[in-house]
T-cell receptor, first 115, second 108 residues
Framework: EAQVTQNPRYLITVTGKKLTVTCSQNMNHEYMSWYRQDPGLGLRQIYYSMNVEVTDKGDVPEGYKVSRKEKRNFPLILESPSPNQTSLYFC??????????????FGPGTRLTVL | AQSVTQPDIHITVSEGASLELRCNYSYGATPYLFWYVQSPGQGLQLLLKYFSGDTLVQGIKGFEAEFKRSQSSFNLRKPSVHWSDAAEYFCGASKIIFGSGTRLSIRP
């Protein structure tokens, strides 16, 4: 089954404790991205990647890191989480081939709480 | 700056009633427009998208949307809602700009 998976689905942590949220897709998509969803703000893009070893900042990159060492994986790293990073996070992927406006496929989300 | 506005934060409609969710965009050229639905505890699922051609777009689950350039709008419609349509709906442009979402509740 074609899908985007994220782990963990729920995470409660404390300020300053490094964490990583994993994202993996099995569709051989070139493009992957991370969003955070906050009430009243919709989804905002954190980082995106056009291919392996190619990453770029989205609208709200501060406090986050990403890496793209393999095509299928795109982990989101919070080196020193703070309470304002409490949010619902979504990973997404899409193909860059063929028609230029391909559907984005979203993961199920990771609900992060930083105390 | 490019932006997408969903003016309604929360809408409640009766089961079987018609539905229209509003979406306005601010963009230099005709953008790629889409609607996603997020059911409780779930990820986002694409309902429909518009890039060019026929301005009335049919999507999944009986939804449709109409692109109106003169009004910079891309409103989502459904003639008769079902209880399972209760969810949050996001309008967006160019794949990375999302509106703030409209939560839809269904009255039995």
């Amino acid at each position: 089954e074609a899908q985007v998976t994220q782990n963990p689905r729920y995470l409660i942590t404390v300020t300053g404790k490094k964490l990583t949220v994993t994202c993996s897709q099995n569709m051989n998509h070139e493009y992957m991205s991370w969003y955070r969803q906050d009430p009243g703000l919709g989804l905002r893009q954190i980082y995106y990647s056009m291919n392996v070893e190619v990453t770029d900042k989205g609208d709200v990159p501060e406090g986050y890191k990403v890496s793209r060492k393999e095509k299928r994986n795109f982990p989101l790293i919070l080196e020193s989480p703070s309470p304002n990073q409490t949010s619902l996070y979504f990973c997404a992927s899409r193909s860059l081939g063929g028609h230029s406006y391909n559907e984005q496929f979203f993961g199920p989300g990771t609900r992060l709480t930083v105390l | 700056a490019q932006s997408v506005t969903q003016p309604d934060i929360h809408i409640t409609v009766s089961e079987g009633a018609s539905l229209e969710l509003r979406c306005n965009y601010s963009y230099g050229a005709t953008p790629y427009l889409f609607w996603y639905v997020q059911s409780p505890g779930q990820g986002l699922q694409l309902l429909l998208k518009y890039f060019s051609g026929d301005t009335l777009v049919q999507g999944i689950k009986g939804f449709e949307a109409e692109f109106k350039r003169s009004q910079s709008s891309f409103n989502l419609r459904k003639p008769s809602v079902h209880w399972s349509d209760a969810a949050e709906y996001f309008c967006g442009a160019s794949k990375i700009i999302f509106g703030s979402g409209t939560r839809l509740s269904i009255r039995p």
